[in-house]
């Protein structure tokens, strides 16, 4: 017998859905290091944009930088250092903060 596909929905209307990732580092065999992300978890986010701002480093030219914040659901391994990715280049998380019981805002900037 078939059975209706059912998908999740998310939350409200503003949610997408969003992978929390973290960084696996190790050594190669000709003295340097690799990075690989790994999925940690896949949340419902409500994604608001913080702004914009130039930055620029030494001798460097300046650079577009990106900030906003993502509610969900709290997830015990969301941490500072990880990355989010959702509908185009990654964002990377600079916070978690748990304000509400079961809820988190996580402070994320990336590179325009």
Do not use: I, K, Y
């Not at 997408?16 to 973290?22: G, H, K, Q, Y």
């Not at 290091?33 to 608001?48: D, I, K, N, P, Y």
């Amino acid at each position: 017998m078939d059975r209706p596909v059912q998908t999740v929905a998310p939350v409200s209307a503003r949610e997408a859905l969003a992978t929390l990732e973290s960084a696996v580092e190790s050594e190669t065999g000709f003295a340097g290091r690799t990075r690989v992300w790994s999925e940690v978890a896949s949340l419902w986010v409500a994604l608001t944009p913080g702004g914009a701002a130039m930055d620029a480093g030494q001798d460097q030219r300046p650079f577009r930088v990106e900030t906003a914040a993502a509610t969900a659901r709290d997830h015990p391994l969301a941490a500072s250092g990880q990355r989010l990715t959702l509908n185009g280049p990654p964002w990377r998380v600079l916070a978690v903060q748990r304000t509400e019981p079961g809820r988190m805002t996580l402070l994320l900037d990336r590179n325009a």
